[in-house]
């Protein structure tokens, strides 16, 4: 298939032969055949999509069926609209592939006609007008095919198959409605492969294989990001908004005109009422305590604290918080008491569908409570934040969550490929494989090197006698250095925080490049993150970003030049999950923070060279990477760039140097 006489390279448009992609594909066929776990990194460049779906096409002309997991939902797409029916065509392969996504992402019929008959808000009407001719043209029901703005993407909830109101029985039985969610879910069944994300996919391990058919394979792509999706699927949280908001829902599902219209249901329709009244006393009772937890006897309140068996026994403010939490669970059990009264009675199914789903909320609610007041696990990280509008979460996370991976994914499949480009820290998998689950079963790791030059198309820069990140002067320093080498590269640059407080300080030094007209992009300020890469493909910009831009960008040839990482990617050190993950190991720092600093820093790098044609500079300010030890580790991780050790004041006219090639 991948020689150069082979079909790829005489029918696919723009193949390029790549040892790296034929090692690959080579690898991931063997584990196919022989069954059992492989993590395989391939470098930028590589073409690993390509590397796995050839293998993945074969096992399903077979009649066995592989399941592709993506990170995001835009490489979901690419597999689904470009890789896949681009070599289907090539090799003659009539395999039937199907895309599942999220219920949330599709549209639900029914939900929609309520919504436009019961149109309030001018938002409302803006969204049913948009949806109205969308709906008559949609094969997919895919809220991907419509440009939400962010108001409609927030009230698209209220009309997406998001949760168990949704009921494909109930759809079939009403004129106009075809349920997009239950067509996608049997196209899945149909098919050979099935690309979904590692939402859907962990979804679907927690309830245990009720939302994904069947597979003899699974290929996990983007599989850095897997423990970070297994910690939300697999934890649990009580958060005061969303626990009013269900507890509203269940009061209001409970209609006053049923009780009317069905005597019978009058008294558990008032108890629930009656229950929810209390349950939203006991709420304000809960969160009341636990905010007391962040207000020390000196200094000023926490925003974020770790419950640990300690503050348990010895903090005399958790005692109410017990108290509180085990009045809130009776309130709740109250509430599902006269629920399935009201649900044996039988009665109008929409009634019975919004309370059936306001109540599966309330009994996660319930979970939470239990493992994060009560009686936790000795495994569980429990820990209490203020979300971004002030309100408090309650949070439980699994320590480890690689025998939960190992059990729930690598067992239940014949064979299953771990793919990244970021899984070695120093060319070592020992930490990928540890949050695997799979140290005693995998197969020797693969690591496939890039096919790009990086000797020749990337220089690192190392500043040396900057400030060290949190002294007096470093902020300065790097944002004279941001301004020098935008103005050298008429924009064309890239600046990674690993704070949001950093980045705007940094951002309100870089005045005079406005003025210069100079576009400075700021994440939190300027704009969506799609909207700022959009203003940053029209040149003349810098932008600034941290967290999601660390990865997941693309922006090849003469649109980026340059990228700035004004600080080594350290998880923040009081992180209540990195604590509690990090205790595992003997050396905390080294074990686990020192790995996932690797990876992260690996990403930002990345950001530069995307293609054979590239080049540009990457100028990692954090001064540590030279003066520590572990500097080493971290500067090991990164590909073989040209390397380079200047002052300060040379820096913009070397990346000038560098860049200039006409």
Known sequence: VFAPDGPLATKLVGYEDRPQQRELAEAIERTFADGGALVAEAGTGVGKSIAYAVPALAAAALGERVIISTHTLPLQDQLVRKDLPALQLALGSAVAVAVLKGRSNYLCPRRWQILRGSVTTREEARLVSKTLV???????????????MRGEGELWSRISAN????????CKRTPGTNCYLQRAREAAVDAGIVVVNHALLLQDARMRGALLPQAEYLVIDEAHRLEDVATDAFGLELHEPRLRRDLQRVAHSVAVTSALRDPARADPAERIRGEVERALERTTEVFDALGALLVPNAGPPEERMRITAGLRASDERWLPVELAGERL???????????ERIGNLGGDEDELAELEAGMAELASARRAITRGIHDPRSSDIVWLERDNDGALELHVAQTHLGRVIKEKLVDAHRAVVFTSATLAVAGSFDFALDRFGIREVAAEP???????????QALLLLPIDIELPGEDRFIEEAARLIEDVARALDGRTLVLFTSHATLRDAAARLGALESEGLAVLTQGIDGSRRALLERFTQGRAVLLGTQSFWEGVDLPGDILRCVVIARLPFSVPDDPLVQGRAERYEDPFAGFQLPQAALRLRQGFGRLIRTKTDYGAVVLLDRRVVTKDYGEVLLDSLPDARTEHLPLDRIAARVSAWCDRG
Do not use: K, M, Y
Not at 163 to 170: F, G, I, L, V
């Open 134 to 148: 969308w709906r008559t043209a949609t094969e997919s029901g895919d809220r991907a095919e419509l440009n939400l």
């Open 163 to 170: 949760d168990e109101s949704c009921d494909q029985r109930r």
């Open 329 to 339: 669970a009776d309130a709740i059990a109250g509430i599902a008491f006269a629920a």
């Open 446 to 456: 693969l690591a496939v090197g890039s096919p790009f030059d990086h000797q020749r």
